[in-house]
């Protein structure tokens, strides 16, 4: 009796098209039935990504499709999986590398961030700071030799003569070097007006019941004004009392003309006026306080104020610039305290 073999074949071809079980004749060993699956519900190729390369094969030099091509053997495979495991390591060993120096971008970056958020909250600590740092640098040596000398104290110091008074006062010329005294002083007055602002007047404000930011910000503008206004325009009464200009006479601003020296109150006092005018021109060019109906007047304003301080102090009219100050100062005084809000 012939057997078909198909029939007892336990695993057969997956590409069989019929799905059916087939029922198996008796054994004679035992007259148990047994199922047979006949084919596979797959239908065709096993599921899978079979189009990637393997990785014995992934370095392999030889053109596709070439006729003369060899199958990669074992030490070709042990060698592209030693490359393979090379790059990977190098790899690593660049990302590690790399890594403290993304470390270290990201802090300075997170500094840099913190510094300028602080900044503006406080104003008044970057100017505090460029002074003391100018104040260091000269103390490291305190000599007239020191470059930073110049920015804090009075240049061109007159030589005395054997025939002069004992007695009298020093008088100082005119030159580049006053340039870095006027520069020091105008952020050393920025320092002041944002510290005074914000640590004496906006309190003040928020106790005499000034809530809104806007009334707050124009109190704070005009009553530090009648501060430095209420300070200056006595010392430059002071420093016309101690001349022959007092009380603003005309005869000497043409007498002595020009005016090449002047003793060292006079001219600190010239010097500091102009670093305040220069310091509320950067106000204004910063927008540090917000514009005004009269914006475009007071700008005006203050490119004339310092065109004159800048000039007459060039061409030694500084006897008549000094009455000039006297009254613009307490006329500002009182226009400062007089606002509203």
Not at 8 to 32: D, M, N, T
Not at 248 to 269: A, C, D, L, S
Not at 302 to 313: D, E, K, Q, V
Request: charged share 20%; proline share 7%; net charge positive.
């Amino acid at each position: 009796m012939a057997v078909d073999q198909s029939a007892l074949e336990p695993f057969p071809s997956i590409s069989s098209p019929s799905h059916q079980f087939v029922r198996h004749e008796p054994s004679k060993q035992g007259s148990g039935v047994r199922l047979r699956r006949k084919s596979s519900g797959l239908k065709g190729e096993p599921r899978g990504d079979a189009t990637g390369p393997a990785l014995a094969t992934v370095f392999d030099s030889t053109p596709n499709g070439s006729p003369t091509a060899n199958p990669p053997s074992v030490w070709q495979s042990e060698d592209s999986c030693f490359a393979l495991e090379s790059g990977a390591h190098q790899l690593q060993k660049r990302s590690s590398s790399d890594r403290p120096r993304r470390l270290k971008r990201r802090k300075i970056k997170s500094f840099f961030k913190r510094w300028k958020s602080l900044s503006i909250r406080h104003t008044w600590l970057n100017p505090l700071i460029i002074c003391m740092t100018i104040v260091f640098l000269y103390l490291l040596n305190p000599t007239t030799s020191n470059p930073f000398h110049s920015a804090l104290f009075l240049s061109y110091p007159m030589p005395r003569k054997p025939t002069d008074d004992p007695s009298a006062r020093t008088e100082y010329g005119k030159g580049y070097l006053d340039f870095a005294f006027v520069a020091f002083y105008t952020v050393l007055l920025s320092f002041t007006r944002e510290f005074i602002m914000q640590r004496a007047l906006r309190p003040l404000a928020l106790r005499w019941g000034i809530i809104t930011r806007a009334k707050q910000a124009r109190f704070m503008e005009q009553a530090y004004t009648a501060i430095y206004f209420a300070i200056f325009g006595p010392f430059g009464l002071y420093v016309m009392y101690h001349s022959d200009l007092w009380y603003f006479r005309t005869e000497p601003m043409y007498e002595t003309f020009p005016n090449r020296q002047h003793v060292g109150i006079f001219k600190v006092y010239y010097l500091l006026q102009a670093s305040y005018w220069l310091q509320q021109g950067i106000v204004l060019l910063l927008m540090l306080e917000k514009p005004r109906k009269d914006f475009k007047e007071l700008v005006a304003h203050h490119i004339i104020t310092l065109a004159l301080i800048g000039l007459s102090y060039r061409f030694h009219f500084a006897n008549m610039g000094i009455a000039v100050y006297i009254t613009h100062d307490i006329s500002d005084f009182f226009l400062a305290v007089s606002f509203h809000s």
